[in-house]
């Protein structure tokens, strides 16, 4: 594992990019928020390419802190620091340019990573590519690439699972890892969102997840048939179902913390609606009253496919 650890550090840890025109805006905003709090922030999403950025896409980061004591935080978002982590977040840089962000400590980035993951909600998007534009010292760098390494890792006997047990191909391993998130949470996702990342950054999934894949041969978790490979539990695609099917259950649970400690959050759910599908735009009234209509429009979502699980 520690040689996977470095080989994420060479590819993710990237402070120059945190000095963009892309990404600055933004760390200054965390740096002024968050203070010495702030241990490390991970650019991942969209913007991170070319090929998957669009002309209103804005970037995603996962913030991590020291700890949860953050004065920056209302009280209320601090005492529900530790309830279904992590928190997401979203802040106004101005001209109503609304972004949003995950939020965690670094003992929750561990955990959500680590292999007793109660969920895919870290794990699966740091799992994808992603840049380290910021570290406060070397710990925290350390930490994070741990993190990155394990997040990959863990999504070993899921994807395994995913592709029915039979023997695979790297190229149908990575198309299934990349993927395997978005059977996790009820998300807001355009069509081929999947293999529109695999194709962004292929040369980086394959050496990513080869490294993952010959590191459980190793372990004796998968076994070579040829060029291929196989899981040798038979057992796992059901423990993967069940998995999945708590992961799904977190992120409802979720929703009530992000209703109550997420600014502007109807304003985020409603935009990224509208880019997911070109053309719609929605009312006034369910940006002025959210709470009052929060109910109706997540039925119209559900039942209209704009949130909903993904096999892309």
């Given at each position: 594992?520690?040689?996977?650890?470095?080989?994420?550090?060479?590819?993710?840890?990237?402070?120059?990019?945190?000095?963009?025109?892309?990404?600055?805006?933004?760390?200054?905003?965390?740096r002024a928020r968050y203070g010495e709090k702030l241990a490390a922030v991970i650019f991942y999403?969209?913007?991170?390419?070319?090929?998957?950025?669009?002309?209103?896409?804005?970037?995603?980061?996962?913030?991590?802190?020291?700890?949860?004591?953050?004065?920056?935080?209302?009280?209320?978002?601090?005492?529900?620091?530790?309830?279904?982590?992590?928190?997401?977040?979203?802040?106004?840089?101005?001209?109503?340019?609304?972004?949003?962000?995950?939020?965690?400590?670094?003992?929750?980035?561990?955990?959500?990573?680590?292999?007793?993951?109660?969920?895919?909600?870290?794990?699966?998007?740091?799992?994808?590519?992603?840049?380290?534009?910021?570290?406060?010292?070397?710990?925290?760098?350390?930490?994070?690439?741990?993190?990155?390494?394990?997040?990959?890792?863990?999504?070993?006997?899921?994807?395994?699972?995913?592709?029915?047990?039979?023997?695979?191909?790297?190229?149908?391993?990575?198309?299934?890892?990349?993927?395997?998130?978005?059977?996790?949470?009820?998300?807001?996702?355009?069509?081929?969102?999947?293999?529109?990342?695999?194709?962004?950054?292929?040369?980086?999934?394959?050496?990513?997840?080869?490294?993952?894949?010959?590191?459980?041969?190793?372990?004796?978790?998968?076994?070579?048939?040829?060029?291929?490979?196989?899981?040798?539990?038979?057992?796992?695609?059901?423990?993967?179902?069940?998995?999945?099917?708590?992961?799904?259950r977190r992120a409802l649970l979720r929703w009530p913390k992000v209703l109550l400690t997420m600014?502007?959050?109807?304003?985020?759910?409603?935009?990224?609606?509208?880019?997911?599908?070109?053309?719609?735009?929605?009312?006034?009234?369910?940006?002025?009253?959210?709470?009052?209509?929060?109910?109706?429009?997540?039925?119209?979502?559900?039942?209209?496919?704009?949130?909903?699980t993904h096999r892309s």
């Amino acid at each position: 594992m520690k040689e996977l650890e470095a080989w994420i550090a060479a590819e993710c840890v990237d402070p120059a990019l945190g000095g963009s025109e892309l990404v600055a805006p933004y760390l200054a905003f965390f740096r002024a928020r968050y203070g010495e709090k702030l241990a490390a922030v991970i650019f991942y999403g969209s913007c991170l390419s070319e090929a998957t950025r669009s002309a209103t896409s804005t970037p995603d980061f996962f913030v991590v802190t020291r700890d949860g004591a953050v004065p920056a935080h209302s009280r209320l978002t601090r005492a529900l620091h530790g309830y279904v982590p992590p928190a997401s977040q979203s802040a106004d840089l101005g001209g109503g340019r609304l972004f949003k962000y995950v939020y965690l400590d670094l003992a929750q980035l561990a955990r959500l990573t680590g292999p007793a993951m109660p969920d895919l909600f870290a794990a699966g998007r740091l799992s994808k590519r992603v840049k380290l534009v910021f570290h406060a010292d070397e710990d925290a760098r350390a930490q994070v690439c741990r993190a990155l390494a394990s997040a990959a890792s863990s999504l070993v006997p899921l994807a395994c699972a995913e592709l029915g047990g039979r023997a695979f191909s790297l190229e149908e391993y990575v198309r299934a890892a990349v993927g395997i998130s978005y059977q996790s949470e009820f998300r807001i996702e355009v069509a081929g969102k999947v293999q529109a990342l695999v194709d962004a950054f292929p040369a980086y999934y394959r050496e990513l997840h080869g490294r993952v894949l010959a590191l459980a041969v190793a372990r004796g978790e998968l076994g070579r048939e040829g060029d291929r490979l196989r899981h040798l539990d038979e057992a796992a695609r059901a423990r993967a179902g069940r998995f999945l099917a708590a992961s799904r259950r977190r992120a409802l649970l979720r929703w009530p913390k992000v209703l109550l400690t997420m600014d502007h959050w109807a304003e985020v759910v409603l935009q990224k609606v509208e880019r997911a599908n070109p053309g719609l735009r929605f009312p006034e009234a369910p940006r002025r009253h959210p709470l009052l209509f929060a109910l109706p429009y997540l039925v119209i979502f559900l039942s209209r496919g704009y949130i909903s699980t993904h096999r892309s």
